[in-house]
Structure formats: structure tokens, C-alpha cells
């Protein structure tokens, strides 16, 4: 496997030259006094730094080794203690956090690529401080001032670590159907009793405790999630001084034994009256527990750019590298027994298809940040507008990115050939742990129904008519005739985007199964189409810089030029798909399949 070497070139690129984040920082004053552009560049070397030597070295050993289960104790993988320790004092587990308790609060565009290394370097070891950040935030927005003085500033220097604490044996997507009981005390405190299965990072050796975020029903709750209530449990208790006190009743019953993601410790969690604490108000705790929920969709989605990264510059190095047969055109290499694979069409195929996916999503997942950033930063319209745009993308965020990243992983293990099915050669290991991203934190297909039932059929179009406003005013506004190659396909997709959205919420209001069934075609649809919004944005950049770096700039545009000629008419089998209607889904009874 080739040397994990960060991108850091082309984040800087998208922060600065196509997304200018340095003068929107600049406007947002709660962000202007934390962050510029110098604090950022050192910041992403440096967390290139522990991603590609002290995190990527990790990795082959932790998915051979794993994590192991002795009575209830969970110990990680060699090496993952002494790397989370070097990461929890480098500040990063304080990246984003509230400032009030001692992080950062760096943007969401500056920790979406800090995420994208960790997870490019070893999806496993992302998980444990990426579950304590998301955290982080449901504390931050919704804790008492008490729970949050007692427990961020802890998990944000990296001595505690915490999870989210939601799925039961009967109850996953459905989470109106838990089970789990938190019954009030004297105190004020609640006594949790239930079983989670599926909880990431639940127990593992890397810090001294563990705070679960833990999703629970009061005796008198109402039924469905409207009688949903969250709560603080810690694996040991606090004392009133902030020392470590007694172990809270919350034992690990055993680890689940996983196709991936083998470092990462995944937990079935027991609460037996274990001591909890309200977060939020009473029966608002799915609210309270989206915003750590839509914080990691974001997170898994950079899960799948951050594995098809990985697969890229491992195939990359290994095509340029192998020799066999000749091109079609003639002898490439007449000093070698053959020429390298790179000269056979389909080779490139699958090289730029990684290639023009993964800078696409890059750019599409920091156009995602920068709403989430003007959303928590912002004011006005500009706020309302973004809090909008963070709705409607989130899920394709999550979905999307995922989708191609296993598509990514697979292709560059096709370019291996046989290597790429070996384990020593540490393709087929990507494989392996991306698969999990289009499942966890709600399934792909879930994803595609929350995009087109909740966010577009619930706002009634309102919020998909902000991106294809967003989307036509670039285009009106883009006149060289230069860029014409590049607009002219993006109009098309534009406008067949906008067609497809009403001709689908038009279909619904006679048929409601016309969402069920068109849903995950129509997240791709909006997914190649709003990467090709990004593209043309990186196009027109690099038209206009690259007489100052010519070879960056030209494969930008070369990359711009095949995504646009071979990837994004996709969307067409998409949409004839979704004009076939309901039909031939539901015409067959269940007895014939």
C-alpha cells in the first residue's frame, strides 16, 4: 500500500481560491477572532502530520489484530493508545469545540478535512475522538450550564472520551420503539435501565472514562419519539470536585465481530439503574440528539471521500508502477518487457473516475461546510437560507459520498487485479471498512427518503428551489466563453434537476409510494448534479490561474472536462428510472418474489 500522503494542496486550493473562506471568515465575527488563513494552513499541516505518521502506520496492524473483549474490558489495537494520547495533546480532540470550555472552534470546513485525513489514514481510529466531537456539540447546544462545566472541557483535552447511545436490538431506524427506561430521582438524577447494541467506541482503554449519550423513555412518556428524553451517562461517576468517582452501573456485554473497521471497538452497552442526567427537556431528546446525529451523517459521508482517497493514491502508485501487455496504440515503453497498465483505456477509466469523484466530493463537502458554518455563524437571510441548504444536503452528504466511496475502494482494488484481493497489499481493507459508512448513522436508503420526503416533499420544494437558484444565478453570472463547455452541461443538469423534482412531487400527490420508489435515484441525481455545480466553480478558477501553476491547474481542468463528458451524464439511466414510476415495484405481490 502506497504512503498516505494528505491533499493538502488541493484543500487549500477549494478553501481559498474557488471558496474564499479566508473573506467569509472575515464577515463572521464569531469566527473572524479564531480564525484566519495563516492558522488554518498550520493547522492542516500539522494534522497531516499525525495522519500520515503517527494514525496511517496503525492501520494494517489494527484491522489484523482488532480489538479484544475480556469480561467486560475492552483493549484496543497496538499502538492506538500512545497515537490517541499524542493526538489528544496535540489539541485535536478540541478542534471544534465551544471555546467557552476549551476548544478551538475552528469551522466546520477546517474540521471536515481534518476528518477526511483521520479517515483516509484509518477509519477506526476516526471513530473514537469523532464520536466524542459530535458529542461535544449536543452538550454544547443543549446541556445545562452544570453538565456542560462538569463534563466538555474533559472530553475536549482528550481525557474522556463519549458515544451516542441509540439503536436497541428491536429498534434502529425506528427509534420510537426503544425500550430503555430512565426513571427520576430525588436528586434530579435519572436511573437508566436498557440495552444498546451497535454503540461505537462504547468501552476501549484510550481514556480514563467514557460519557454516553443515551437515548431513554420516562414511566409516563408519551409512545413514538415525541416521548424520547437524552441523558448524560457517565461510565464512572464525577464527584463533586471533578474527581473520578465510583463505576456507574454500565457494563459492555460483548463486541460485535465486524466484515470492517476491526480497530474500532463496537459495543453491546448495559445500563442496570445506572445513575444519568437530563439533557435538554423531557421528551425532547431526539432533538437534542440530531444535532450530534446530523454533525456524524456529515462525518461518515467524509468516511467514504477520505477511504476513495486512500484507494486512489494506492492505485495510482501501483499502475504507474506495473507492467503488462502493450497499448493498443503501439509500444509506449520499448525499454521494458511491457508497458505499464496506465496506457489500457479501461485502467484510466477507473484511475479518473477515483480521481474526478473524490476532488469532486472534496469540494461538494466543504460547499456543505461553509452552509453549516454561515448556519451556526450567520445572521438574516443569509443564515435562513444556509440553515436550508445544511437541511436538504446532509443527508446526501451521507449518502452520497458513501456510495461512491465504496464504488472508489472496489475500483481501485480492480486495478490491483489479484493483489487487490490480498490482504498484505491493504487494498481490500478499504473495502472492508467503508462498507459499514453506507449503513451506520441511518442506511443510504433512509438517507435518500429524508432528502426527498422530509426535506423537498416537506418544504414542498422550497428547500430544493434554493440550490437551483443558487445553481442558475453562477450560470447567468458565468459569460467567458471559455467556461461555455463546462456551463452549457450544467444548465442541462440544472434544469432537468428541477424538472424531476416537481415531476416527482407532482406523481406523489397521487401515488405517496412514488417517493419510496424514486428516492435514492433522485439523491444521485442531485448528487452528480451538484458536483458539477462545484466542478464548474473549480473550472473557472483554474481557467484563470494557470499560468501560475500550470500542471495543478491543467489536471484540474483535464479532470473537470472527463467528469463532465463520462460521470455526470449518469444522471440519465437515473432519471428515465424514476419516470417508470411506482409500478413495477409494487405491481408484484409479496408471495412472488
Keep these: 500500500m502506497a504512503d498516505y500522503q494528505a491533499p493538502i494542496k488541493d484543500m487549500n486550493y477549494l478553501l481559498y481560491d474557488v471558496f474564499k473562506n479566508d473573506q467569509l471568515w472575515a464577515t463572521l465575527p464569531n469566527l473572524a477572532e479564531h480564525v484566519d488563513r495563516d492558522t488554518s494552513e498550520a493547522i492542516l499541516l500539522e494534522c497531516a502530520k499525525i495522519a500520515e505518521q503517527v494514525i496511517a502506520p496503525l492501520s494494517r496492524e489494527g484491522d489484523e489484530i482488532g480489538v479484544s473483549f475480556d469480561n467486560g474490558n475492552v483493549t484496543t ?30 469551522p466546520k470546513v477546517i474540521t471536515s478535512l481534518h476528518e477526511e485525513m483521520l479517515c483516509s489514514a484509518d477509519i477506526s481510529f476516526s471513530l473514537y475522538p469523532g464520536l466524542t466531537a459530535g458529542a461535544g456539540l449536543s452538550l454544547a ?37 426503544i425500550r430503555t427506561k430512565a426513571v427520576p430521582q430525588a436528586d434530579g438524577s435519572y436511573h ?263 426535506k423537498i416533499a416537506g418544504s414542498k420544494g422550497e428547500f430544493m428551489q434554493i440550490f437551483i437558484d443558487e445553481a442558475n444565478a453562477f450560470i447567468s453570472a458565468t459569460t467567458a466563453e471559455n467556461m461555455q463547455e463546462f456551463i452549457a452541461p450544467l444548465k442541462v443538469a440544472v434544469d432537468d434537476l428541477q424538472k424531476t423534482t416537481s415531476n416527482i412531487l407532482s406523481a406523489a400527490s397521487n401515488n405517496i409510494e412514488e417517493l419510496g420508489t424514486s428516492a435514492n435515484d433522485f439523491l444521485h441525481i442531485f448528487g452528480y448534479t451538484a458536483m458539477a455545480l462545484v466542478w464548474a466553480k473549480m473550472a473557472e478558477v483554474s481557467l484563470a490561474k494557470v499560468s501560475e501553476d500550470e500542471a495543478f491547474h491543467q489536471s484540474k481542468l483535464h479532470t473537470a472536462r472527463y467528469y463532465f463528458a463520462k460521470l455526470l451524464p449518469r444522471r440519465l439511466s437515473l432519471m428515465a428510472a424514476i419516470n417508470a414510476g411506482a409500478e413495477p415495484l409494487f405491481n408484484i405481490p409479496d408471495d412472488l418474489f
Design 192 to 454: 437508566i435501565t436498557g440495552n444498546k447494541i451497535f454503540i461505537t467506541a462504547g468501552e476501549h482503554d484510550l481514556t480514563e472514562n467514557i460519557i454516553h449519550l443515551v437515548l431513554a423513555k420516562l414511566p409516563d412518556a408519551p409512545a413514538g419519539p415525541k416521548g424520547i428524553s437524552l441523558f448524560v451517562v457517565p461510565k464512572f461517576l464525577v464527584n463533586d470536585d471533578e474527581t473520578i468517582g465510583t463505576a456507574n452501573h454500565v457494563s459492555c456485554g460483548s463486541i460485535e465481530h465486524k466484515m470492517g473497521i476491526h480497530a474500532s471497538a463496537t459495543c453491546v452497552m448495559n445500563f442496570d439503574d445506572a445513575k444519568g442526567y437530563l439533557v435538554g427537556e423531557v421528551n425532547k431528546g431526539l432533538a437534542c440528539m440530531f444535532t450530534m446525529m446530523n454533525f456524524e451523517r456529515i462525518g461518515v459521508g467524509i468516511q467514504g471521500l477520505g477511504a476513495g482517497e486512500r484507494s486512489y493514491q494506492n492505485a495510482l502508485e501501483y499502475a504507474k508502477d506495473r507492467v503488462q501487455s502493450r497499448s493498443l496504440s503501439g509500444v509506449k515503453s520499448p525499454d521494458k518487457s511491457a508497458d505499464s497498465i496506465m496506457v489500457h483505456g479501461d485502467v484510466r477509466r477507473m484511475l479518473l473516475n477515483m480521481k474526478a469523484l473524490n476532488e469532486g466530493s472534496r469540494a461538494l463537502s466543504l460547499y456543505i461546510a461553509m452552509q453549516l458554518d454561515i448556519a451556526t455563524y450567520g445572521e438574516g437571510d443569509a443564515q435562513s437560507k444556509a440553515e436550508k441548504l445544511t437541511a436538504l444536503m446532509t443527508p446526501l452528504a451521507k449518502a452520497f459520498f458513501t456510495d461512491l466511496g465504496l464504488e472508489n475502494t472496489v475500483a481501485g482494488q480492480q486495478v490491483f487485479g489479484g493483489h487487490g484481493f490480498i490482504r498484505e497489499w491493504g487494498q481490500e481493507q478499504l473495502v472492508r471498512d467503508v462498507r459499514i459508512a453506507q449503513i451506520y448513522e441511518g442506511t443510504n436508503g433512509i438517507q435518500a427518503m429524508d432528502l426527498l420526503a422530509r
Design 77 to 106: 489495537a497496538p499502538g492506538y493508545q500512545a497515537a490517541f494520547q499524542t493526538y489528544a495533546e496535540g489539541g485535536w480532540t478540541a478542534l471544534g469545540g465551544d471555546v467557552n470550555y476549551g476548544g478551538m472552534g475552528m
Design 141 to 177: 447546544k443543549h446541556a445545562s450550564e452544570e453538565i456542560k462545566q462538569r463534563y466538555l472541557t474533559r472530553m475536549y483535552n482528550g481525557e474522556w472520551s463519549a458515544t451516542m447511545c441509540l439503536t436497541e436490538s428491536h429498534a434502529g431506524t425506528d427509534l420510537g420503539m
